[in-house]
C-alpha cells in the first residue's frame, strides 16, 4: 500500500482489508480511487458532471446509450465511462470539446427520433432527457424528417403501460426485471431506430417488482397505470418516509399534494432496500385515504375530542375501580414505536394493566427479494416493547369469552377482528367498557363506546423498527385527516384525565425518553425535521 | 461644458429658519405637540408615516416610517424563476418600471457573463423605453408636487403628457404599468410599427406642455417661495447617505451612472448631465426639468441610430424558442418546457450591478447557486438613501414646507420598502 491511499472508513483496527487504490486524472486533478471502480462513478465523484441514460448505479452497465462518454489520454475514440474500470495513471478529460461536442451529437441522435409529447408526457419535469438536452446541447432541431412511427399505447400488463416511440432503449427496465425481480419479461426487438421494446409474445410484465421500471426508465416510456395522468410531477412534494407494508421497511418518498398521495417511490438505502421497493408495498397509499375514522364518536355520534376523552375515561375509571386485572389493552404491530412506548408506560407503570395483547395483519406472502411475510412494519419494535407481557388476540377471544376483561383499550385496529365471524368468536358485547384508538373506520370501531381517531403512518412523525432490528424514521407528509391525532398524543390526553404523570408534548420528546430506556432503540438518532420538497424544485434545491 | 444651473437674479436663498416677524404673543408659552402625517394623507406621495413633533409651526423632530408597502420583493424573488422576478421588478419603481426591466435584465445578464451578447437592436430597445419612463417618473414627480403647492393646472398638462407616453408604451408592451416587457437577452418582442413616428410626434408635443408647465411654475411666486431655500442638502450629505439621481444632482454632484459607468449604448448618445448648486428644493425641481429635456435627447438620437436586427439572444437555453418551433421540434419544446419550469439556469456566484434609475442609482445585487432561482435578489433602491436623510432635513421646518421637500425626494413606496 503506497502512501497517500485512502484509508476505509473505521478501518485499520477493526482489521478490514486495506483497499487498493489506483491513481486517476479528472481533469486535471490528480487523486485516488478504489480499484475497480467504475469510471463514471469516480467521475462523479470527483465532482465532475457526466451524464447518462442507460447507467443505474443499483444495475450492471451495458453501455448502450453513448451518453456518458469521456477521453481517456492514449485512446483514439472516447470511451463509455460506464463501462470502463478505473486503471493506474489514467488521465481523463470529462468536458474537453471533443466530448461536449460528442455528447451533444449523441442526444441530437436520441432526440431524432423522440415525440414530441412533453406537455402530455408524466413523466415531464423528472426526465432525463429533458434534462440532459438542457444542461448539454441548447441548439434547435437541424432537421425537420418524420420520426419513426410506433405504437404509443402497448399494454405490458396489469401495472405498466409502455409507449414506444418515446423509449431511448437505454435497457434499464430489462435489467431492472433481471436483476432485481430475477425474472426476464421484457426484451428488445428490430434494429436500429425500428428496434422496440416489448415483451415475448403471449407474455405479460407481470413481476411483483415491475413498478421499479417506471421508476428506472429516464423517459416516459414507461408508466404506472396508477399514477398516469393523475399528476404533474412538478406539482407534487417529497417527503421521506418508510414504507408500512411489511417488516422489512423499504426507505421511500411520499409524493403528495394537498394532503393527498399520489405515489410512493423508493428512497435510496443500501442496508434495506437499495434503490427497490415491491409493487404491493407502492400501492399501500391507498388505504391512507380510504374509510378514514375522521373525528370522535361517542356511544356511535360523533363528538368534540374533549367529550370523548372524558366518556372514555369514565368508563374506563369504573372498571379500573372494580379491581385490578379487568382491564385489558391490545398494542398494534403497525403503530410507530412511539405510539407503543406510550402505551406501555401509561398501561404498565401507570395503570398496572395485567393483561395486555399484541394484534397485526395476517401473514402474508414473501420472497427472499424484498417483500417480507409478516405485513406489519413495527413487530420488532412492538415485541421489544412489550417486553414479553404480550398475549396473542387468541389469548384475548378466550379471556373474553371468560368473562375476565371488564374493559379493553384498543390503540390500532389492525388484524382485530376482522369480519362478522370473528366479532362473533370475540363476544366484545360483554365488555362496560370499549375504547378504541384507529385510523379506519370499521367493525371495531363500530362496536367500541367510544372510538378516538388516529393519525395514520404517512401523517406522523415517528419511527418504526423493520425485521432487521433497524429504527428508521418515517415524517409527517401532511396533516392528519380530519381531527385525528397521534396516538402518543392521544394516550398522553387519556393519561392525564385518568390522573396518570405521563404529558408528552412531541413524539421527539416520547422517541428520546424511549431511546434511553430501551435497549433496543439505543443509539437511535430522531434527525432534523424535513420539510416536503416540492419535486419542481428538487433538483435545484429546498 | 458648464452644465451648472445658475440660479435665477431673483432667487432668494434662505439660510435657517425665518421666525414670522409679526408674531402677535411671542411671550406665549408653547409645548412640544406630537402630531402624525400620515401613513395616509393627501399630501404625501405615497404611504408613509411622519410622527412629527412640532412646537406651533416649527417641526423639532421628525420620525419618517417607511415600509408600509413591503411586499417580500426580495424573498419572493427567492420563489421565483429569473424569468418571473420581472413582473416583480415592474412594482418596484412604479411610476418607470421599464427602468427597473432594465436593471434587473443587466444584473441577471452580468451574472451570466452575457452582457457582450445582446443584440444592439435590443439594446436600443432598452435606451428608448428606459428613457420614456425616466420621462414619465419625472413628470410624476413635478406634477404631483406643483398639485400639492396648489398647482393643479401644470399637475393636468403633465399627467396629459405622461399619458401620451404611457399609451406609447402600452403599444409597445401591451401595459402602462406592470410592462414585464424585458427578458434576460434582450426583449420580449420588437417595438410596434410605426413607433419612432409616435415617439417624434409625443416629443413634440410634450416639449410644447414643459414649456406651459415652465411659464405657469417657474416665476410663479408662490411655487418659488415654498421652494427656494428649502430643505438644502449639501454634496457631503449625499455622500453620507448614499444619495444620488436628481436629489444628488441638485447639490451639484454630478453623477450619472449613464456618463460616469456608462451602460447599454448611452456612450454613443450626446447629452449633459444637469446639476444644481443649492441643492434645495427648487434645484431638485429644475434639475428634473432638464433632465426630461436630455432623456429627449437622447430619444431622438436613438431614434437616428436604431438597428434593425434581432432584439432577443438567439439561444434556446435563454430565449424561448418560436411558438412554430416548440410545437413542431423535440428540442425546441424541451427548451420551452425547461425554460417555464426550471428556469434560465444562471451560472452560480454573484454580482452587483447598477444603472440610472428614475430616482438614481437602481443596484441589483444577486447571488445565484448554479439553479433557476435567485438565491438573493437585493434591491438598492435609490429613494431609500433619499428618504434616509429626511429627519434630518425636515427638523426645524414648518410644516408646510414637509410637502414640496418629501415630494420632490420623490419617494416611491414600491421601490423603497419594497
Redesign the interface.
Known amino acids: 500500500m503506497s502512501a497517500g491511499t485512502i484509508p476505509t472508513p473505521g478501518g485499520g483496527a477493526v482489521g478490514a482489508p486495506p483497499v487498493e487504490t489506483v491513481t486517476v486524472t479528472i481533469d486535471g486533478k490528480t487523486q485516488q480511487v478504489a480499484k475497480g471502480t467504475n469510471l463514471l462513478e469516480a467521475c462523479n465523484a470527483a465532482g465532475a458532471n457526466v451524464p447518462f441514460f442507460c447507467y443505474h448505479p443499483g444495475l450492471s452497465s451495458p453501455a448502450v446509450c453513448r451518453q456518458c462518454l469521456v477521453d481517456v489520454k492514449g485512446q483514439a475514440k472516447p470511451v463509455p465511462s460506464c463501462y470502463t474500470p478505473v486503471a493506474d495513471k489514467m488521465e481523463v478529460m470529462t468536458a474537453s470539446p471533443k466530448v461536449l461536442d460528442v455528447r451533444r451529437q449523441m442526444l441530437e441522435f436520441t432526440?431524432v427520433n423522440?415525440?414530441?409529447d412533453?406537455?402530455i408526457c408524466d413523466k415531464?419535469?423528472e426526465c432525463l432527457?429533458?434534462?440532459h438536452?438542457?444542461?448539454w446541447?441548447?441548439?434547435?432541431?437541424r432537421n425537420?424528417g418524420i420520426k419513426v412511427k410506433k405504437a404509443k399505447v402497448v399494454d405490458l400488463g396489469p401495472t405498466i403501460v409502455l409507449d414506444q416511440e418515446r423509449c431511448i432503449l437505454c435497457t434499464r427496465c430489462i435489467r431492472v426485471c433481471d436483476e432485481v425481480a430475477g425474472v426476464h419479461q421484457l426484451e428488445m426487438s428490430k434494429r436500429g431506430d425500428h428496434e422496440l421494446l416489448g415483451t415475448a409474445p403471449g407474455h405479460k410484465l407481470d413481476n411483483p417488482y415491475s413498478l421499479n421500471t417506471v421508476d428506472v426508465c429516464p423517459v416516459g416510456a414507461l408508466t404506472s397505470k396508477d399514477f398516469r395522468f393523475a399528476m404533474r410531477a412538478?406539482e407534487l412534494y417529497a417527503t421521506p418516509s418508510v414504507c408500512a407494508g411489511c417488516a422489512t421497511g423499504c426507505n421511500i418518498d411520499i409524493h403528495s399534494s394537498r394532503g393527498r398521495i399520489y405515489r410512493l417511490v423508493p428512497r435510496v438505502n443500501e442496508r434495506v432496500n437499495k434503490h427497490w421497493m415491491c409493487d404491493e408495498g407502492r400501492l399501500t397509499y391507498k388505504a391512507v385515504h380510504a374509510e378514514r375514522l375522521a373525528a370522535p364518536m361517542s356511544d356511535g355520534g360523533a363528538v368534540e375530542w374533549d367529550r370523548a376523552l372524558e366518556d372514555a375515561t369514565r368508563r374506563l375509571r369504573t372498571v379500573i375501580d372494580q379491581g385490578p386485572g379487568r382491564l385489558g389493552v391490545v398494542f398494534n404491530a403497525t403503530s410507530p414505536n412511539e405510539d407503543l412506548y406510550a402505551l406501555a408506560k401509561l398501561s404498565f407503570e401507570h395503570l398496572g394493566v395485567g393483561r395486555a395483547y399484541l394484534a397485526g395483519r395476517d401473514q402474508g406472502w414473501s420472497d427472499q427479494i424484498l417483500v417480507s411475510g409478516d405485513k406489519n412494519p413495527n413487530t420488532a419494535g412492538a415485541f421489544a416493547i412489550g417486553a414479553g407481557r404480550l398475549k396473542t388476540l387468541l389469548d384475548l377471544a378466550n379471556d373474553l369469552k371468560a368473562g375476565a376483561l371488564g374493559a379493553l383499550l384498543v390503540v390500532g385496529t389492525e388484524g382485530v377482528l376482522v369480519g362478522d365471524t370473528a366479532s362473533a368468536a370475540m363476544p366484545l358485547d360483554r365488555l362496560e367498557a370499549l375504547v378504541v384508538l384507529s385510523t379506519h373506520k370499521n367493525a371495531v370501531t363500530k362496536a367500541a363506546h367510544v372510538a378516538l381517531p388516529l393519525a395514520g403512518w404517512a401523517e406522523l412523525d415517528g419511527t418504526f423498527t423493520n425485521k432487521l432490528g433497524m429504527v428508521q424514521r418515517a415524517h409527517a407528509a401532511f396533516p392528519p385527516a380530519g381531527d385525528a391525532l397521534p396516538g402518543w398524543d392521544v394516550l398522553s390526553h387519556l393519561a392525564r384525565k385518568l390522573g396518570a404523570t405521563m404529558d408528552f408534548q412531541t413524539a421527539k420528546a416520547v422517541f428520546a425518553e424511549a431511546s434511553a430506556k430501551l435497549p433496543f432503540m439505543k443509539g437511535a438518532v430522531w434527525g432534523r425535521a424535513v420539510r416536503p420538497l416540492q419535486l419542481?424544485?428538487a433538483?435545484?434545491?429546498g | 461644458m458648464d452644465n451648472t444651473l445658475a440660479p435665477p437674479a431673483s432667487r432668494r436663498v434662505v439660510v435657517g429658519i425665518q421666525e414670522p416677524q409679526d408674531f402677535d404673543a411671542p411671550e406665549l408659552p408653547t409645548e412640544p405637540l406630537p402630531l402624525n402625517m400620515g401613513p395616509s394623507h393627501p399630501a404625501m406621495h405615497g404611504t408613509v408615516r411622519m410622527v412629527l413633533e412640532v412646537e406651533g409651526e416649527k417641526i423639532s423632530s421628525a420620525d419618517v416610517q417607511i415600509g408600509y408597502l413591503h411586499r417580500c420583493f426580495e424573498k419572493e424573488s427567492e420563489f421565483a424563476t429569473w424569468t418571473q422576478v420581472f413582473p416583480y421588478t415592474d412594482r418596484l419603481n412604479y411610476v418607470s418600471p421599464m427602468l427597473n426591466n432594465v436593471g434587473y435584465a443587466m444584473a441577471v445578464e452580468k451574472l451570466m457573463g452575457i452582457t457582450a451578447l445582446i443584440p444592439e437592436r435590443a439594446q436600443y430597445i432598452r435606451v428608448l423605453v428606459g428613457e420614456i419612463s425616466r420621462i414619465t417618473d419625472h413628470m410624476t414627480c413635478l406634477g404631483a408636487s406643483a398639485m400639492e403647492l396648489g398647482a393643479f393646472t401644470p399637475f393636468l398638462y403633465m399627467l396629459k403628457a405622461r399619458e401620451w407616453l404611457f399609451e406609447l408604451l402600452e403599444e409597445v408592451c401591451g401595459a402602462r404599468l406592470t410592462v414585464s416587457y424585458l427578458r434576460i437577452g434582450g426583449c420580449a418582442w420588437d417595438l410596434p410599427v410605426a413607433f419612432a413616428d409616435k415617439l417624434r410626434n409625443i416629443l413634440d408635443r410634450t416639449k410644447g406642455v414643459l414649456e406651459d408647465v415652465a411659464k405657469l411654475l417657474d416665476r410663479n411666486r408662490i411655487f418659488r417661495d415654498r421652494l427656494d431655500g428649502i430643505g438644502i442638502i449639501t454634496q457631503a450629505d449625499c455622500l453620507q447617505y448614499g444619495i444620488t439621481g436628481p436629489v444628488g444632482r441638485s447639490t451639484g454632484l454630478a453623477y450619472d451612472v449613464r456618463k460616469d459607468a456608462p451602460y447599454l449604448v448611452y456612450d454613443r448618445f450626446d447629452f449633459d448631465v444637469p446639476v444644481g448648486s443649492v441643492g434645495d428644493n427648487f434645484d431638485r425641481y429644475a434639475v428634473r426639468v432638464e433632465e426630461i429635456k436630455q432623456s429627449m435627447r437622447i430619444l431622438e438620437q436613438a431614434l437616428e441610430q436604431l438597428p434593425a436586427g434581432e432584439f432577443m439572444l438567439n439561444d434556446p437555453r435563454i430565449a424561448l424558442p418560436p411558438k412554430s418551433e416548440t410545437y413542431n421540434s423535440i428540442e425546441a419544446m424541451i427548451a420551452h418546457f425547461k425554460l417555464i419550469m426550471d428556469g434560465i439556469h444562471v451560472p452560480a456566484g454573484e454580482v452587483y450591478s447598477y444603472t440610472e434609475a428614475g430616482n438614481g442609482e437602481l443596484g441589483f445585487y444577486l447571488v445565484s447557486d448554479g439553479t433557476g432561482r435567485p438565491w438573493k435578489c437585493r434591491v438598492r433602491p435609490p429613494c431609500f438613501a433619499a428618504v434616509s436623510i429626511l429627519p434630518e432635513l425636515l427638523k426645524g421646518v414648518f410644516i408646510a414646507d414637509i410637502v414640496p421637500t418629501f415630494g420632490l425626494m420623490n419617494m416611491i413606496g414600491g421601490e423603497c420598502d419594497r
Open positions: 432526440l423522440h415525440p414530441i412533453c406537455p415531464a419535469g432527457l429533458q434534462k438536452y438542457f444542461d446541447d441548447g441548439k434547435l432541431a425537420d412538478w419542481r424544485f433538483n435545484s434545491r
